[in-house]
Each structure stands twice: as C-alpha cells, then as structure tokens.
C-alpha cells in the first residue's frame, strides 16, 4: 500500500531536516522537493542527494500546483515523499494536497520541521501565546499598497499582540523583499492613513535568516532599522504588543540589542 508522506525541512540547509525526515525519505520510492514557497540559504540540492543517497525531483509551483493529482495517484501504490521548507503545512497549496489526498483513499503522513513561527518566540524571547495574525507584506502591484498589513497590525496591537510580517519572497522570479524595502512600504502606508501604526519611534524587530549559523536579531525603531544591515535574506519583521511583559522587555535588550530608551514604558523592567 502506498502513502504520501509530507516532510519539513526546516529553516536552514539539509542538516536542519529531523533525523525522522531524513530516515523516512530514505526509505520513500520516489522523493520531490519544492523551493518555491521560502529560501533555506544553506541547502543544496547535491548535499541533499548525498545525506539521502538518492536522486531527488525539484518541482516548481506549476509543476506541484498542476501535477498534484498525479503525485496523489503515484502514492496509491508507491511511498512518496514531498520535501518543504520550514514546516509543511505553513503553505496553503500542501493542505490541499493533504485534504485531496485523503478524500481518494490515499493515506497521507506528516514530519514536522521547524518553522519561522516556531522560530521567532526564541529568537527574540517574545512568549509565544501572544502573537495575533500573521500576515505577508507584498510588493505594491499598479500603485496600490497592501493595506492588509497595516489593518493586521492595527488588530493586533489593539489586542494587546504580537504581529509577524512575512516579507514577499518569489524564488522562482528572484524577488525578496529586504526589510528596508518593507519599512518604506510601511512608511508609505503611515504617511497616507496616519492611524499612528508606523510611527518613527515604532519599536519593531528585524530577523535575517532565521536559523542559519549567521542569523540576525535586531530591534529598534522603526525609523532607524532600515538603515541597520541585515545582510541576504530571507528577512521577516516583528511588531511587537505595546503591553510587554518586563520578561520580554528585558529579551530584546539582551537578545535584540532593543535600545533602553523604547523599552522605559514597560511596568515592571528596570535598567
């Protein structure tokens, strides 16, 4: 009997894979892996091969988008694993591969791997219950600007949350949005709506390669960060709640180099 079975691969090169991934897709009968959803900046494919001594099928989107059905119909009677970066299901096309799978009486499994969600809580010591919505920051397309993001983070801070900005990434097309790119979007938006959500002295994080040997934590205001080099991507940014707790005060001091003076506010952290 066949399965469909979907991996994470997690956030930085084949070694960031669990030792269950990797054991599993060793044992799979055919095995494809997509690109196209993040950037893992330390993977190659060769190593890849090498770690799971097999040749491995790169699929784009239009290939995995359109060809899924097929992929389904191959996991009747072989095991097939699907490669993802981060964690599988962070990406809405794998859930519906999963659902369709399982609608034809395919058996489907999960590895989970690491993900920039999972990531982000130790990265900069933020608790991990009081994040909102995520959502992504795209390129403005024809002058309209994507006041999604601006609404989102409104929402959330009004909640008392944490935010994520997922920043635009299209590998295929070899476009990815920096965090300086993203905070004059968010300028722009400020300057146009001025509900004071993308102020100056807004205290936001930066995070450059999450998971990567060379990863960058910073938090500053707003204003200043895009100045700050983060070095390639992929870059993600952070709002944090305006009701910091003193433990998550003194966590960007330390772990994100938060300068004092925007952290005096918070009840309870004294430096």
Known sequence: MGELIFIGMGLYSEKSITLEGIEVAMECDEVYVELYTSVMPGLRLDSLEKLLRRKIRVLTRKELEDGMYEIIDKARKRRIALMVPGDPFMATTHQIIRVEAEKRGVKTRIINGVSIFTAIPGLTGLHSYKFGRSVTLVHPVDGVKPYTVYEVVKSNLKMGLHSIILLDIKVEEGIFMTIPEAVRILQDMEEELQEGIFTPNRLVIG?????????????????KLKHYDFGPPPH???????????????????????PQELLRGVKGWRR
């Open 236 to 258: 993600t940014l952070v709002v944090p709640s305006e009701k910091l707790h003193f433990t998550e005060a003194e966590a960007l001091y330390v772990l994100a180099k938060a």
């Open 207 to 223: 995070i450059a390669r999450a998971g990567a040997p060379d990863f960058v934590v910073k938090a500053d205001a707003l204003s």
